[in-house]
């Protein structure tokens, strides 16, 4: 995959994150935290269904399709089964418990909600397998597209909704978000119709099936840990703390999700990279180097948004005031999952993925332990720190894991940096406002160590910088 065809497939989550930055505030300020907070509980139902209906087949469509030269017969039989699934899922619910997921995820019985969550399900099922489709095809471009469509929807519904005045309602909220799955889907349809109609005059091999789900059996556990890992904050907050707490914690997530932009983009590029190496036998001493890459860029995030993590009050109604001091804790999920996928190389390169898997269930355990504990007393800043202390300790056993299968890694340095980071986040979450001035003196403070710690990392992306910019400005001059 070349430099301008990882640009096209980057080009949507980067754009996409960045329009759901810009949504967080409108919504905000439009609808009550209440609300927000039941919008997350769609949000995790949707991730769950995903991996439940998938049955981990999605991945082995992904796994096959360049050896399988009958792709319209791997697709029926990836996708069928999922399908056939849900649909009876869908079928029990509507008609034997209309009330049951409205009552489940929002508090509110409502057989109008139950449907549109259904729904909702169904198109983000949809979505996946339609979107892997795309993806296995190199269209990069359309992928893009695919990941900006419903985020842009969304934000046009919504500020039609401010400018019409329009009643602010859950269900009105909830329309939104389904009306932005449903153009994202119509897109897909389109762009897969060929591949649809051939898949669907296609015989499933029961042979091949099994095979199949051999494969995927592992990758529901795997998954479903992972899952847990980045959703039991906010189920915990549901179950032991209040929608509205639920609402602060979740725009913190949302304006969190710049880090996520950086995990996506480096999980795109970093993977195709370090494979090839491997099977080339070459540069696999660069992972260190890379490793400390990443880890310098990961503690300059973490103190630039401790520093200027006060800005975003400005963006936020009173009600929101504690985002600032939790945005920080919250930064921890997609930043140490990220530096965590540098040193993990290891367990894919042995091909031991039951080490990855335990080290997602370990965590998960943790995240829901510590949760337990804290979230009764501290609310959505208890969510933020004990997700935080898990994604430590997650990225502390990959990396052990990784050097007891594969090659001892340097990780001192990684696991002192990193943990210093988490402490420091979980003082602002839960001292910040009593601390006042004197907390921004330590990320200050910290950020001057890591300057020297880092030094080189800083000034080779700095001389990368210059040299790039010089060579631009050669070629347009």
């Known amino acids: 995959m070349n430099a301008k065809k990882i640009a096209s497939f980057a080009l949507g989550p980067v754009l996409s994150a960045l329009l759901g930055l810009i949504s ?34 999605d ?42 997921l409205s009552n489940l995820l929002f508090g509110i019985k409502s057989a109008l909600l139950s449907s549109f969550v259904i729904v909702a399900i169904v198109l983000s099922f949809l979505t996946r397998f339609l979107s892997l489709i795309i993806r296995m095809q190199e269209q990069g471009w359309i992928f893009s597209i695919s990941q900006l469509l419903p985020k842009m929807t969304f934000l046009i519904l919504i500020g039609l909704y401010v400018l019409g005045n329009v009643d602010k309602q859950f269900i009105n909220l909830l329309l939104a978000n389904v009306i932005g799955m ?28 099994r095979d199949v789900l051999q494969y995927s059996y592992p990758l529901i556990i795997a998954g479903l840990a992972f899952w847990g890992l980045s959703s039991i904050d906010k189920v915990l907050l549901r179950s ?9 914690y979740s725009v913190a997530v949302s304006f969190a999700a710049l880090g996520t932009i950086f995990q996506s983009v480096f999980s795109t590029v970093w993977a195709p990279i370090v494979y090839k190496w491997a099977a080339n036998n070459q540069n696999l001493e660069k992972v260190d180097e ?20 006060w800005v975003v009050s400005f963006f936020l109604p009173p009600q929101y005031n504690s985002v600032k001091y939790i945005l920080v804790a919250c930064l921890s999920a997609p930043l140490l999952y990220t530096l965590s996928e540098t040193t993990v190389v290891g367990i894919g390169l042995t091909k031991r993925m039951s080490f990855a898997m335990l080290a997602s269930v370990f965590a998960f355990l943790v995240c829901v332990l510590a949760g337990y504990l804290l979230i009764p007393i501290y609310g959505a800043a208890g969510a933020s720190v004990a997700t935080s202390f898990a994604f430590w300790l997650f990225l502390v056993m990959r990396t052990e894991f990784s050097s007891y299968v594969w090659r001892p890694l340097p990780r001192v340095k990684l696991y002192v940096c990193s943990l210093v980071c988490v402490l420091l986040s979980g003082v602002f979450a839960f001292y910040g406002e009593f601390l006042g001035q004197y907390i921004y003196g330590l990320w200050a403070f910290f950020s001057v160590v890591f300057g020297f710690l880092f030094k080189k990392s800083y000034i080779h992306v700095w001389s990368y910088l210059k040299s790039f910019l010089y060579i631009k400005d050669k070629g347009s001059a």
């Open 24 to 57: 967080v505030p409108i919504v905000a300020w439009y609808f009550s935290a209440e609300d927000i907070g039941r919008i997350t509980m769609l949000q995790i139902s949707m991730t769950l269904a995903i991996m439940m209906f998938s049955m981990g087949l």
């Open 59 to 100: 991945q082995a469509y992904v796994r096959e399709y360049h050896e399988e030269h009958n792709k319209p017969a791997l697709l029926k039989l990836t996708l069928l089964p999922g399908t056939i699934l849900l649909f009876v899922f869908c079928l029990v619910l509507a008609v034997w418990f209309p009330f049951f």
């Open 182 to 209: 449903t153009s994202v889907v119509l897109l897909l349809f389109w762009r897969t119709r060929h591949e649809l109609l051939m898949a669907i005059k296609q015989k499933i091999e029961l042979k091949k099936l």
């Open 240 to 248: 032991l703390s209040t929608f509205e707490q639920l609402g602060i």
């Open 290 to 309: 890379v490793t400390e890459h990443v880890l310098a860029f990961v503690v300059f995030v973490f103190c630039a948004a401790g520093l200027f993590s």
